[in-house]
């Protein structure tokens, strides 16, 4: 009888470390982009004023206006743009920091890459970000179910017809490992084992 409640106890304790919360395993990473895998238009080729090699990186553009630390498209109005960035390790990606640095507001559409190099569109929306000063925009999701090696950000350069729209630097937010969900049938045998030993417990104490 002994062995057989030692294990039940053991079961128990299993369980009470799988449905913990904040104990999924996953661990959360932020890395800025380390290469260019794609771009629509760059203003300046190599590694030139506002090449798209510029947002590769930590932000180096501290101050709002046209700075060639930054990336910009060839065109200042009437194109959609696009840059993709890619970063040294993939995770299951919670978000994005994209940080604008003139122009601010241009984001319409950012997508995920996958290590199969398949595109997931992951966010289209109305991009908030204020003119005036460079603001990081950032956007966060629940965790990819594949792993994430680069990101794709559209741009609308008519969104302010005076500027051009400019990218600084774009941080990944994302997790190593996945945590997976348990079975609900797991989830609901754990109280009803927990008040079991509750139970075996008080009976031993009254013997």
Do not use: C
Not at 135 to 163: C, P, Q
């Amino acid at each position: 009888m002994k062995r057989r409640w030692r294990g039940i106890a053991g079961l128990m304790a299993a369980l009470a470390i799988l449905v913990a919360p904040g104990l999924s395993g996953a661990a959360s990473i932020e890395q800025w982009a380390s290469t260019v895998i794609g771009y629509s238009s760059q203003y300046s080729y190599g590694w030139h004023g506002w090449s798209a090699g510029n947002a590769l990186g930590t932000p180096d553009t501290f101050g709002y206006g046209d700075y060639e630390s930054a990336w910009a498209p060839l065109y200042d109005n009437g194109t959609l743009e696009y840059i993709t960035l890619g970063y040294v390790t993939p995770v299951y990606a919670t978000g994005v920091l994209i940080r604008e640095t003139w122009g601010n507001g241009f984001v319409y559409q950012v997508d995920v890459v996958d290590t199969s190099d398949v595109y997931h569109t992951i966010w289209t929306g109305t991009d908030t970000s204020l003119p005036g000063t460079p603001v990081d925009f950032t956007l966060t999701w629940a965790a990819t179910s594949y792993l994430v090696k680069g990101i794709k950000v559209y741009v609308d350069t008519n969104h302010n017809l005076g500027t051009w729209e400019e990218i600084d630097a774009m941080k990944l937010y994302g997790d190593t490992t996945s945590a997976v969900p348990l079975p609900p049938s797991l989830l609901l045998l754990a109280p009803g084992l927990l008040g079991l030993a509750g139970l075996k417990r008080r009976l031993g104490k009254k013997a």
